[in-house]
């Protein structure tokens, strides 16, 4: 996630470093062709590009919004991520009466809500393509290890380990069949929430409308040139570079945009929500705040953030 609103222009620029300077080659071309070896009878009315460029425009500003809308939904369903988090979170502390046998509820209350963190962390990485069993043994037990290893999908394995843990409460007569009912709906939240992660992860852009509009762009590109000479001469080569590069930046904006889950400066800070859900259970279980073992390599990451541009 971007970290900076002030992001240096050099690198704005270098997200498009290569197609400029090949603009600028061929800008420099044009006019050296036109004005040294009497081309100068190749012209294109301006109106030309002119009507190209309002097309691009809307059918940019079409894609934009859909790759918004991708990056918004994956906000939303974290969002929902959070509050089902700290729901399921009130039931275990508020369900659960320590008042008879109270160190082994609150044992497995405690187990519970880190098993709930490890989730949350767990989601993070796998969204991402990245190894979800990675510093999960701050907040699980032995048992709960051995039990994820043998499962691709950790998230559902944990999940599940708490569906187990949410039956021994209800067999032991610890919560009733109101609140087990009631709880099992938080962690069927859940298995919503990622599945519609999940849905966004694996549902390609469509390749072919993202093909149609960059040979577009690139055509309109040409032509500029050639609309421009007769009225700027040599100025045309940096005006040419100037309108080029406001589409081919918006073009790169929609492309990082409609994937959030690439571990790219443009994601769905996951990790940093992971990281706010996991402060707010501790402190909802009164113990000291977890230490930011699972957090290095992500500050890292954001470090480096701040040096992209959408």
Not at 39 to 49: C, H, M
Not at 175 to 189: C, K, P, R
Not at 256 to 272: G, K, R, S, V
Request: aromatic fraction near 12%.
């Amino acid at each position: 996630m971007l970290l900076k609103e002030n992001i240096p222009v050099t690198y704005v620029l270098g997200k498009i470093r290569k197609e400029l300077i090949l603009v600028a080659i061929y800008s420099s071309a044009i006019y050296f062709i036109h004005q040294y070896y009497n081309f100068k009878e190749v012209s294109i009315p301006l109106t030309v590009p002119t009507i190209l460029g309002t097309i691009i425009s809307l059918l940019l500003a079409f894609r934009s919004n859909q790759a918004y809308d991708r990056w918004w939904e994956a906000r939303i369903l974290w969002g929902a991520i959070v509050n089902d988090c700290r729901t399921f979170t009130r039931q275990v502390l508020t369900f659960v009466d320590s008042s008879y046998d109270g160190d082994e509820k609150r044992a497995l209350k405690e187990r519970m809500v880190k098993r709930q963190i490890a989730w949350c962390y767990s989601l993070s990485r796998h969204l991402r393509k990245q190894n979800a069993r990675q510093n999960l043994e701050a907040y699980l037990s032995d048992d709960d290890i051995k039990n994820i290893e043998a499962m691709d999908n950790v998230p559902v394995a944990l999940n599940e380990l708490q569906g187990h843990d949410l039956r021994t409460l209800y067999k032991l007569g610890w919560i009733n069949e109101y609140q087990q009912v009631t709880m099992d709906s938080t962690l069927t939240g859940f298995i919503n929430s990622m599945g519609g992660c999940e849905r966004i992860k694996n549902t390609v852009f469509p390749s072919t409308y993202s093909v149609y509009i960059h040979w577009l762009v690139l055509f309109f590109v040409l032509l500029l040139p050639f609309s421009l000479i007769e009225f700027f001469g040599i100025f045309q080569v940096p005006l040419v570079i100037a309108i080029s590069s406001s589409f081919f930046l918006i073009e790169k904006m929609a492309i990082h945009l409609q994937d959030p889950f690439e571990n790219m400066p443009t994601d769905t800070p996951t990790t940093a929500i992971s990281r706010k859900i996991e402060i707010d259970l501790t402190q909802m279980l009164k113990d000291e705040l977890p230490k930011d073992t699972d957090m290095v390599a992500d500050k890292q990451q954001q470090t480096q953030a701040v040096f992209y541009i959408l």
